[in-house]
């Protein structure tokens, strides 16, 4: 989802599941050595402000990992696991109106002295998963023989005008 977004020039994928599955000696080893090669892609980046916006133990280390001299993350009181407030030295309690986790996510931008103003949910779909969406669409405005109201509030037949402009407009 992450690698297609308009405002986000590279994504680092960390395997963090994978952690868990590593027993043994040499699964202690082999998460040591992926530990060590993640801060290493971490802190080639020399990030100057790293966000955990988590709140858990996994998110904090990796947010520790990235040798940002500013690391923004939850009070303790807000932490879904209180130790990863260790791996931050910016700690932000969200304000009481601010339910949704976005508006909490976005409560973190403070401590950074920027404005948060409302969220805008920029997941593009990969032209694959689009041209599927708009096969099935296709299918299922045909079955329900389904009618859509143009601009003015006439009715257009969707069985009769189903081309890609037709459904990116309604």
Known sequence: VLREHPDLDHVIPVDTRGWRRRHGAAGAESFWSGLRALRGQLRIRRFDVAVDAQGLLKSGLITRLTGAPVRVGFGVARCKERLSALFTNRHVIPPPGATHVVDQNLALLGALGVAAGAPEFLIPPRPDAQRRMDAKARIYLLAANAFAAAP??????????????????Y
Do not use: C, K, V, W
């Not at 009715?155 to 407009?169: A, F, H, K, W």
């Open 152 to 169: 003015g509030g006439a009715p257009i037949n969707l069985d009769q005008s189903l081309d890609g402009e037709t459904l990116e407009r």
